[in-house]
């Protein structure tokens, strides 16, 4: 709680991420090895920063998903994805926590913890290499107005996304 507490006090003083498709890839990855190296490791301390370290990728994670979510989608469609949003929210930790627990009755629960931490990672891994267009999303900043996202497209090409909505 602790890392994912100051993670975000320090997010919100900030402008979100120019890279931010290399930036969830990252902190997608870091969770899941957070995760499976805290099923291993026997000290507390080791522990607790293992969390820290979970917290803090979670937060990073969370925060560019949502930033953009409410860049890139439509005005007129952001309150349906927002709503498909919340069903994965709120039906898929308790489809993992129902996964975790099988799993743990079977081969314990080190041994499930280890599992779910790397097939976070996998799956982290495998869309930065089977998504290469969310590996290449970045951000352009401007003023206070949402910026559009620009894509890069191989050697050096990009293609802009204007931000939806009505035109100032």
Known sequence: ALGAFVT????T?????????KLVLASVAVYGLAIAA?????SFALGLLLLAIYGVSDTVSMVIRNVVR??????????????????????????GELE??????F???RASVLWGGLACTIVALAYAIRAPWLRRHVRIPT??????SLIEKGEGKKEERAPSGPAA
């Open 107 to 109: 081969v314990g629960v």
């Open 8 to 11: 975000a006090l320090y997010l």
């Open 143 to 148: 003023g206070p107005a949402p910026a559009p």
């Open 100 to 105: 975790a627990g099988l799993l743990a009755r």
């Open 38 to 42: 805290f099923a291993v490791v026997d």
């Open 70 to 95: 409410q860049e890139v989608t439509p005005d007129e469609l952001r309150g349906r994805m927002i709503s498909v949003n919340m069903i994965f929210f709120i039906g898929g930790p308790q489809l």
């Open 13 to 21: 003083w900030r402008e979100p991420p120019r890279a931010q498709g």
